[in-house]
């Protein structure tokens, strides 16, 4: 059976510089824009953008404190993103197994004929 | 390889021709991949591929092109579930399988490339021009603890 692949989340999460924001946030736990932008070749500007990406995926959830929203990533989100990748992956492992043991089945049937 | 792609090596004990008709044949697609297809093993060749869920009847349909047939070493295809028009780098996936004889037997290399959109093209990209950024050295060992974390929860 083919793999579904939620293709948002895979967009949100395919951005060199998005996964670089994901993997900073991991890192401290909480990020802000300005936090963020420190760490990052882009404007505060352009990591705000990215930050609206991620969240209407659900990879991360901003909460008001202070002057700027604070970010934190969704773990159980961060999980589905991952477990599709591990899925695709899986799925070919049983895919060539099926494919080895038809071509050695062939094989064997052609070397005993 | 990046971080986008697929890639995985087996030994099969056969030749690359019986290989590459594994691969490549409807007969057997429909076996290993539970798919029935039309396609041919030749360059440029379309079509669809259909899986039947059995019990409900409910069909699940994407289409699939021929890159490159080159039998008996080298079998790639597009594949997609949702693009219309031609099938290219940003809207499929790429299948590729390389065959190499190793005596009696068949090293297959399989690499899938495209996960439907641009995202993993671009970090390939990007790693490439910017080799003193390794945000996925943070990121990547981490996916195993959370692949099982989910693994365990369903």
Known sequence: MSVMVDDDLWSAVGDPTRRRMLDQLL????????SLSEHLPVTRQAVTKHLVVLDRVGLVHGTSAGRERQFRVDQAQLARAVAQLADVGAT?????????????????????? | MGHGS???????????????DVVSSPEHIADWWSADTRIEA???ST??????????????????????????RLFSFRWTHDADGPLHASNSMLVT????????????????????????????VEAEYADHVNGWDFFLP??????AKVGANR
């Open chain 2, 6 to 20: 697929i890639q995985r090596e087996l030994r099969i004990e056969a030749t690359p021709d019986v290989v590459f």
């Open chain 2, 97 to 124: 399988f390389e065959l190499t004889p190793d005596g009696d037997c068949t090293v297959l290399r399989m690499t899938e490339t495209g996960f439907r959109e641009r995202g993993w093209d671009e970090a390939k």
């Open chain 2, 142 to 147: 981490r996916l195993p603890v959370y692949a």
């Open chain 2, 42 to 44: 030749t360059t440029g």
């Open chain 1, 27 to 34: 890192q401290d736990g909480v990020g802000t824009p300005t």
């Open chain 2, 47 to 72: 079509g669809e591929l259909v899986w039947t869920d059995a019990e409900t009847g409910r069909r699940d349909v994407a289409r699939i092109e021929v890159a490159d047939a080159q039998p008996p």
């Open chain 1, 92 to 113: 070919w492992d049983s895919r060539l197994q099926r494919i080895k043991r038809l071509a050695e089945t062939i094989q064997s049937e052609k070397d005993n004929t």
